[in-house]
């Protein structure tokens, strides 16, 4: 359920737009979609997705009709559940199965979808950026569209007026270090400010807490090597150390341009966040 489902389905009432909301009951085996997922179905619009393919055709093509059914009755209710076999039937080779409701949306649910909108962003991983450099606003523009809760942090007012990003919060600050020890647990930091020796303070402060899924820092090994002994002479744990990420964006890549690094290190941050959590995660 995203913000964007509830904004659309929210016009189309206002509007007087019927519309039905496919929804997946019960899911098995291999599905392009978990239990849950949603889309809204007009007969001209759809928002959200099922998982595409041929299965998703066929929900929107039986959603229509069944709206194109009562075209002059836009209360009238109707529900209908169907079971797919993703299998030669489909053109799909998944081999799942998906139970789906088909049912014509009102009020009630456009409420549900709300409070379910509210409750997912709630519930969306915190990401820190510490710097609005040339890699930082690379990275916050990456992971803006991603159901993150990011904010972007900087001392210099210049960095932050070029860092401006929808779905990105601002955070001008002299004092990130108390950002970091701030934060929600669960979050990931990045730190890649214009100072090592900031950078070190930062990842010192999350190092103590212990509570973070990610934590990388740009740099070179050496930099990296240079941190770990200062982390080990602040007397931090050295399982929290070995898990600092530096450089970020792997080794696999040789390429230093602002847009690569940040697309490598979201992928590490989405890894971190959304994969299965580790002992001490």
Not at 126 to 137: D, E, K, N, P, S
Not at 244 to 262: W, Y
């Amino acid at each position: 359920m995203t913000e964007a489902m509830h904004v659309t389905c929210a016009r189309w009432l206002a509007q007087g737009i019927a519309f039905a909301l496919a929804r997946i009951s019960a899911a098995h085996g291999s599905t392009p979609r978990e239990q849950g997922a949603m889309m809204a179905i007009s007969l001209q619009e759809t928002v959200g997705t099922i998982g595409g393919g041929r299965l998703e055709w066929d929900v929107i093509a039986r959603a229509r009709a069944l709206l194109a059914a009562s075209p002059g009755s836009p209360t009238l209710e109707f529900c209908e559940v169907q079971e797919f076999v993703l299998g030669p039937a489909l053109g799909q080779c998944c081999g799942g199965r998906m139970t789906i409701r088909i049912k014509r949306a009102n009020q009630a649910d456009v409420d549900l979808l709300e409070h379910a909108a509210r409750a997912a962003v709630c519930a969306q991983p915190t990401v820190l950026i510490y710097g609005a450099g040339h890699v930082g606003r690379a990275l916050a523009k990456a992971l803006a569209p991603l159901p993150l809760l990011i904010t972007l942090i900087d001392s210099r007012e210049d960095a932050m007026a070029l860092a401006a990003s929808e779905g990105v919060t601002m955070h001008h600050t002299q004092a990130p270090v108390a950002m970091a020890e701030q934060a929600a647990g669960g979050a990931a930091h990045v730190i890649m400010t214009h100072s090592h020796a900031l950078d070190c303070l930062i990842a010192g402060a999350v190092l103590e807490r212990g509570d973070f899924r990610y934590l990388g820092i740009i740099g070179s090994r050496t930099k990296r090597n240079s941190f770990r002994r200062a982390f080990r002479d602040m007397g931090l744990p050295a399982d929290r150390i070995a898990r600092v990420v530096c450089p970020i964006g792997g080794s696999t890549v040789q390429d230093k341009r602002p847009e690569i690094i940040a697309a490598l290190t979201a992928a590490e941050i989405i890894t971190a966040l959304f994969g299965k959590k580790e002992n001490g995660g």
